[in-house]
């Protein structure tokens, strides 16, 4: 759902789990041109920071995880989350 409608061409992700305290999933899209991905870019900050705080669950071919949000911080253009 979250990339409904953006028009982005493809996509990896990649999730590294070394035990319940250390979990990392980091992901990569291309998108036809760079306004397409601002658009979505921007769309995505607004989006993480109205969920600052929560507790979310992480789901991905059949391995789930939960994990508490902390609060988005973006810094030289790159949107990050603890």
């Given amino acids: ?3 409904d409608g953006s028009g982005f061409r493809s996509m990896a ?3 590294v789990f070394s035990d319940p305290t250390h979990k990392l999933v980091q992901a990569v899209t291309a998108f036809p041109d760079a306004n397409a991905a601002k658009v979505f870019y921007d ?3 607004a989006d993480w ?3 600052k705080s929560s507790h979310i669950r992480f789901e991905y071919q059949g391995a789930s995880t939960e994990a508490d949000l902390g609060v988005p911080s ?3 253009g790159a949107s990050s989350t603890r």
């Fill in 74 to 76: 973006t810094t030289a």
């Fill in 43 to 45: 769309r995505q900050v």
């Fill in 49 to 51: 920071n109205a969920c």
């Fill in 1 to 3: 759902a979250t990339y």
């Fill in 13 to 15: 992700v990649q999730g």
